[in-house]
């Protein structure tokens, strides 16, 4: 009797750290882990690279002390790229800006093959242009920079193009992967230890592995605490 019910209560204890959810906003900076209707809204950067944000969204699960986000498509503001009539015989012009339509200099513009490798690169002028001949064997053209969503786009020797870029790396379609811990009510623990995890044949074992890694490199986790809607009188 004894054997099941201590069988019954480590099983209790087992679903309910591994079912836990979260509601709302937890931040620090420009660090933001939100919890609203079973998905999660994250804004952080990563184990190693404190100049780029990771963003994105979709739906999570929580194994032990690790939060799975599996994002989907961002709803938010992302780059973009448009075409334009070509200007010149012999060339492809490309310009640069912000989402504020402000000119960004020194952004790398590569010219592809097939095969992703590159035929012809090199950085935007001041007023955030390229040019670069026009090439057969061209497939695609990647414009990027970090701290940036970078995008990639098809070739046309016809078209100029104009690409603008929104701050922050987007991830789509791919898992994510934190070190989560309860501090109390208010604070969350957090380390953001992969932004393209592949779980391979053994999950935890991989899950194990980010955070020894982590552990090894000493990355601090950051402390996140809980935002409240400030209080509306009713006049």
Do not use: C, W
């Not at 190693?48 to 599996?70: P, R």
Request: net charge neutral.
């Amino acid at each position: 009797m004894k054997k099941i019910f201590y069988i019954l209560f480590f099983l209790i204890l087992s679903i309910t750290a591994y079912s836990q959810q979260y509601e709302g906003v937890f931040k620090e900076g420009n660090d933001v882990l939100k919890f609203e209707n079973g998905k999660v809204y994250f804004n952080m950067d990563e184990m190693g690279n404190m100049i780029t944000n990771k963003v994105g969204e979709g739906s999570y699960e929580i194994l032990g002390d690790y939060l799975l986000v599996k994002t989907g498509e961002y709803p938010g503001e992302k780059s973009t790229v448009q075409p334009l009539p070509g200007s010149k015989e012999d060339s492809v012009g490309i310009k640069v800006t912000d989402n504020r339509n402000f000119s960004l200099p020194g952004i790398l513009v590569e010219l592809l093959n097939s095969s992703a490798k590159t035929l012809y690169g090199g950085a935007t002028d001041s007023e955030g242009k390229f040019y670069f001949k026009k090439n057969p064997k061209a497939h695609t053209i990647r414009v990027s920079d970090m701290g940036y969503d970078n995008i990639s786009f098809p070739y046309d020797p016809t078209n100029d193009f104009l690409v603008k870029l929104v701050k922050n790396d987007i991830i789509e379609n791919q898992t994510v992967v934190f070190r989560l811990k309860k501090v109390d009510d208010e604070t969350l623990s957090v380390l953001l230890l992969s932004s393209d995890f592949n779980p391979g044949k053994n999950q935890q074992k991989e899950l194990e592995k980010l955070d020894k890694k982590a552990r090894k490199s000493n990355y601090i986790d950051k402390r996140l605490k809980k935002e409240y809607e400030p209080y509306q009188p009713n006049l």
